[in-house]
Structures are given as structure tokens and as C-alpha cells.
């Protein structure tokens, strides 16, 4: 058993009461890489920010287990070497079994997500209780959803989103005892939130997709007051970034994300996390395609990451500071 407390890390507890308090909500980054970490802390420590460092099941897979924990812990001690300490909690992202999130909780998550919102409501209760009841003698807390995004999570592909019900949240944070809810309000997966015939096109010709279901996120809010929200699928896909990646070979087509001004708004409110994995994936594959298509002869992968990274920092601390408001709240 390698405890987080030993590794230096924090539970999401103090983070989100204060983000639920201060009307921010905390940046939840993926990482799979070192490069992707080295550009989370340096990012989060020049803001001043706390951060949850998200790790998938696919990631686990693709960078190994241990290898990813150890990471975790040196982003400890790479953002005290940076100058300032920031509470960094370590979380599983979809978790989908017990075993799972019983095996991360047993290797240094601070935090886990038990995703049992394909199962019906019963099955997703007693899943999210029985791993709410192994984690919390460990100090772990536990993120649960209700309600279905549309799009990938790991192996799991939902075709439609089904909207939260409102009159389903309080019974559910009652009968598990979870610590956070990931709640469906219109975010989804991926880079291709939505397709062309849900959006409208502005004169730039520009997808713009339907505005969130703020209307529920309310009703949720009224029912479980100060409880910390959760907002999955909330990349913006910047259009600046599709653009270089087509223009340097790529091809994504119709790709539309959430706007900041909605996330902006949803952070004022009870959402006090927020994921966000597709745009440094987005702006890692843009700085990689630029710099290979205009250096033809480049063959050492730090002349091509390193600028990745470089493009991840702006965009992270860009996320904190105007978008999350999570800046300066470390
Ligand atoms: O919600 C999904 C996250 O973006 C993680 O994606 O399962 O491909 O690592 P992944
Ligand atoms: P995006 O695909 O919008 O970045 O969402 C990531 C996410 O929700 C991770 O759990
Ligand atoms: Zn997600």
C-alpha cells in the first residue's frame, strides 16, 4: 500500500469547498507523458494554482502504472524546485470498476472517479457506495456521475448524452456518500462535441454549438446546495489550433467545443472542476505538425516536444486565468 500522503499529494476535500466558496473551479489536466506534466505543474505554479492531475485507465495502460505514480509524486517536488507549493491531488479519470479505483487508492490516488453511469441507477449506487466505503478509510475522496455524456470515455462509447436528472442527485449523494458529481448538462468527449446539424454557423462560418443546460445545472444546485459539481467534455477547441493542424497535414473536420464564456460561467457556480484533456492534445499535435512540416530535417524529438510543451504551458495558464479563475486561489 503506497498511501498519497506519502507521496505528498491532497484529496480534492479543501480544494473544492474552497472553489465552491470562492466561485472557481479547479483545473482537472490528463497527462499520459512527461511532457504533458512537466507543462500541468510549471503551469499551475506560474498561476498560483491548485491542480488535479488526471490520469485514464488508457493512461495507465499506455505509460504504466508505476511509472505514472512516481511521476506524481516528483511533480511534488518539481513545483516546490519551481518556488511554489500548490495542492496537487492525483485522480483516476473513469474509473470503471471497483478493482480499478481499489488499485489506484492502493497506489497513491488521492482521488478517484467511479463512472457508473451506464449502469442503471441502482447498479450505479451500489458500485459509487461501495467504492465511496473502501476509499474514505484511506482518506481517498470519490467522484461519481449521473447522467451520460455523449462520446469516448476509455472503451466505453455513448452515441447520445441523457441530461442529469435533477430529481435523481440528492438520493444519490445520500445513498453513496460520494464526495463530487459529474454531472450531464450538454459537455461531451473528444474534439467533435457536436455535429454540424446541432450548431449554427456564424458569419465566419464557424460551427457554434447549443449553450449548455444551465437550466438543470440550477435545479441540481438547488437540490444539493455547495455540493462540488463536476464538468467532464469541457475542452473549447480552440479553431486557431485546428487550423495549423490542417493546414500542416492534418485533417479534423466539423471539430467544436464549449465555449469559454460558458465554462467561465459554470465556474462561477457550484462547478468546481473542470476536465480538460482534449485541447492539449489539440495544441501538442499543432506544435508538433508546425515545427516537423517546417523543419523537414528535425529528427531529435526534444526540437519537436519541447515546443508542444512550451504551447501546453500558455494554454494551461491561459485556462486558469481566464477561463477557470483558479489562479492565484493556491
Ligand atoms: O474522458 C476521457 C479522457 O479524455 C481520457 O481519454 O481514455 O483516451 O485517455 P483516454
Ligand atoms: P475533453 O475531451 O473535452 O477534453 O474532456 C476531457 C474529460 O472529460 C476527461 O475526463
Ligand atoms: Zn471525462
Known amino acids: 500500500m503506497t498511501s498519497y500522503k ?18 472557481y473551479a479547479v483545473p482537472a489536466y490528463n497527462f499520459n507523458n512527461l511532457e504533458q506534466l512537466q507543462a500541468i505543474i510549471q503551469a499551475c505554479v506560474e498561476t498560483k ?3 488535479i492531475l488526471q490520469v485514464s485507465s488508457g493512461a495507465r495502460k499506455y505509460a ?38 481499489k488499485d489506484c487508492i492502493d497506489n497513491g490516488f488521492s482521488s478517484v472517479m467511479i463512472d457508473g453511469s451506464h449502469h442503471s441507477y441502482e447498479e450505479n449506487v451500489a458500485l459509487t457506495k461501495k467504492v465511496v466505503e473502501y476509499a474514505h478509510q484511506f482518506d ?14 476509455d472503451d ?25 458529481l459529474a454531472i450531464s448538462i450538454g459537455t461531451s468527449h473528444g474534439a467533435n ?3 454540424p446539424s446541432q450548431c449554427e454557423r456564424n458569419a465566419e462560418g464557424v460551427l457554434v454549438p447549443p449553450p449548455l443546460r444551465f437550466d438543470i445545472l440550477k435545479e441540481i444546485e438547488k437540490r444539493i446546495p ?12 480552440p479553431q486557431a489550433e485546428v487550423d495549423t493542424i490542417n493546414k500542416f497535414g492534418g485533417k479534423l473536420d466539423d471539430a467544436v467545443g464549449i465555449p469559454e464564456s460558458q465554462l467561465r460561467e ?7 472542476k473542470i476536465n480538460i484533456d482534449s485541447d492539449g492534445r489539440l495544441v501538442m499535435t499543432a506544435a508538433i505538425r508546425k515545427v516537423l512540416a517546417e523543419k523537414p530535417g528535425e529528427f531529435d524529438p526534444r526540437k519537436y516536444i519541447g515546443p508542444a510543451r512550451d504551447a501546453l504551458v500558455v494554454m494551461y495558464k491561459g485556462k486558469n486565468e481566464n477561463v477557470l479563475g483558479s489562479a492565484g486561489k493556491a
Do not use: Q, W
Open 156 to 180: 466505453v462509447v455513448a452515441e447520445k448524452s441523457t441530461y442529469t436528472k435533477p430529481s435523481e442527485v440528492e438520493d444519490f449523494v445520500k445513498k453513496t456518500n460520494v464526495d463530487s
Open 6 to 23: 506519502d507521496l505528498g499529494l491532497a484529496n480534492t476535500r479543501e480544494m473544492f469547498k474552497k472553489a465552491v466558496d470562492g466561485g
Open 193 to 195: 462535441k457536436f455535429t
Open 140 to 153: 481517498v475522496t470519490v467522484e461519481g456521475e449521473l447522467g451520460v455524456l455523449a462520446g469516448v470515455e
Open 64 to 101: 504504466n502504472a508505476t511509472l505514472l505514480r512516481n511521476m506524481a509524486r516528483g511533480a511534488v517536488e518539481y513545483a516546490k524546485e519551481l518556488g511554489y507549493e500548490i495542492p496537487i491531488a492525483l485522480h483516476l479519470d473513469h474509473g470503471d470498476t471497483f478493482e480499478l479505483c
Open 266 to 272: 459554470a465556474a462561477a457556480s457550484a462547478v468546481c
Open 226 to 237: 455547495g455540493f462540488p459539481i463536476v464538468l467532464h467534455g469541457s475542452s473549447s477547441v
Open 49 to 51: 494554482s491548485p491542480v
